[in-house]
């Protein structure tokens, strides 16, 4: 009886395993259908390097360098503000705070990752957005910047835990040796801490990042969704993902347009993966 | 011949537990002094105190003076992380950062502002590797992880990594404790080179490594110095039933 349980159970964790790859085969097969079938007409080298996006015009214009450029400004952006901040906040958390202080952190910093994409988008959208079309004194603050503010909001809390883990993991013998060789608190921190804590903090920043590079929906609320060329991160901008979610409604299934955004996805599935190969390739050569 | 370290009616507790009772030895200069005894009886918590590293353990109390250079190192205006450059430490388990050879040897010079410019540090680098007899076998790898290296030469690393800020007082808490005896007679051998220069505290519970390296040894039971001399009196006419019973192996 015992045995015949045991087998069923395997059946179902096998067939379960099987899914998922099957799935992942499915989309990935899809979305190569799809985005060939266009580029097969259109071009490839025309798609990434036009600078006009005017899918539903006559003729057509598929050029997504705008929207490359936006998808860059607003993840840059967020990394530029998350990573400093939550890494300090990591450290802040796990080597200087007293008890009292680091378990109110600590619960904050897990309801932050509890709030839904959208509401920090609509939250976003009425507070944040104003405030920086009147401190940077621009014609609106749907732009790029307020994007990355948000996302950076997004990406924290994930920077922060697995940070916070790879730092408190570090061998008590380390802070030891280290201070007891005259260095300050802060210098042991910084030299010793932080360099044994990197490979994980570096795949807490992957994380964090990889998290909000594929969000849409708060991103579609606050950039301002103009699918130009951005010359500074305080103009508004379009992201691949918010042009994806906002057209697909409109398109014609199996004309140009439809294709086009398969193709949008095929080129952002392109960039996350080699995004993520050169972060391996990094934490593994750091981990040696 | 003037003390070194002089530990004064020293007690120091663990939250409640009082771990160092009464403590009260001199230790002179430029000589190997051992400090002997059972686990657990409060000699690395003895030798910890005098670099202040248990500072950093919550709920540690002292009581006492321990006097190094003169100054009494528990006095208000003392300057731990200058105190800690002078009196360096060598952990039981080899601790060398994950970092290069070359770096775990230059931190010291670098945290303490001691060097900046690189042919100085190179300089240094290679004169404590030299001192602690490694830089012939390493030379050729200074930018390898220290992990990379077997136990006995992480162990001399962190020797050279104390040596190369130039302290006048070195600590040592087992440090054969996780080596073969091949690597424990030949760090032996450059604790006697070494004594030369520094004046040199090691914690053992290895009886004979203490016979065969000090000049003076301690020894302690249940968080008290039950008696301090020199070496061979300790060994062989001690003036405590307690430590004749402990050096002819009847407990401990
Ligand atoms: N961090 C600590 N907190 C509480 N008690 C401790 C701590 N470290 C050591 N002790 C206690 O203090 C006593 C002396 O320990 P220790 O100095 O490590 O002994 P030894 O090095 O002679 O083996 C032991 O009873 C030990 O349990
Ligand atoms: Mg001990």
Known sequence: MKRKIDSIIEAIIFVCGILSIIFVALIFGFLLKEGFAFFKEFGVIGFITGDLWYPTSDPPKFGILPLIIGSLFVTAGACVIAVPIGVMSALY??????????????????????????????????????LVRTIFDIPTGLT???????????????????SEDAIRS?????????????????QTLHRIVLRAAMPGII??????????????????????????????????????????AAEMGETVRGGMHYRSLFAIGLVLFLITFIVNFTADLFLGKTKK | MSAKIQIKNFNLWYTDFHALKDVNISVEEKRITAMIGPSGCGKSTLLRAINR??????????????????????????????????????????????????????????????????????????????????????????????????????QRLCIARVIAVKPQIILLDEPCSSLDPVATQRIEELMIQLKDIYTIVIVTHNMQQAARVSRDTAFMLLGELIE????????????RKETDDYVSGRFG
């Open chain 1, 144 to 162: 790029a910047f307020s994007g990355s503010i948000m996302l950076a909001f997004m990406a924290m809390p994930t920077i922060i835990t697995i």
């Open chain 1, 93 to 130: 958390i796990s080597e200087v705070a007293p008890k009292g202080v680091r378990d109110v952190l600590k619960s904050f910093v897990e309801l932050m990752a509890a709030i839904p994409s959208v509401v920090i988008g609509f939250v976003g959208m009425v507070t944040l957005v104003p």
């Open chain 1, 203 to 244: 795949a807490a920043i992957m994380l964090g990042i990889g998290r909000v590079v594929g969000e849409t929906m708060a991103v579609m609320m606050i950039t301002g969704n103009a699918a130009q060329i951005p010359y500074s991160i305080f103009e508004p901008v379009r992201t691949m993902t918010a042009t994806i």
């Open chain 2, 53 to 154: 590293i248990n500072d950093t353990i919550e709920g540690v109390r002292v009581n006492g003076e321990i006097i190094v250079g003169g100054k009494n190192i528990y006095s208000e205006n003392t300057d731990v992380d200058i105190l800690r450059r002078n009196v360096g430490m060598v952990f039981q388990r080899p601790n060398p950062f994950p970092i290069s050879i070359y770096e775990n040897v230059a931190f010291g010079l670098k945290v303490n502002g001691i060097a900046s410019r690189k042919s100085v540090i190179d300089e240094t680098v290679q004169q404590s590797l030299e001192a602690v007899l490694l830089w012939d076998d390493i030379k050729h790898k200074l930018k390898k992880s220290a992990l990379t290296l077997t136990l006995e030469q992480q």
């Open chain 2, 228 to 239: 301090f001399a020199e070496t061979g009196k300790i060994f062989t006419n001690p003036n």
């Open chain 1, 170 to 186: 570090v061998p008590w013998s380390y802070k030891e040796g280290a201070l007891a060789l005259g260095a300050t608190k802060w």
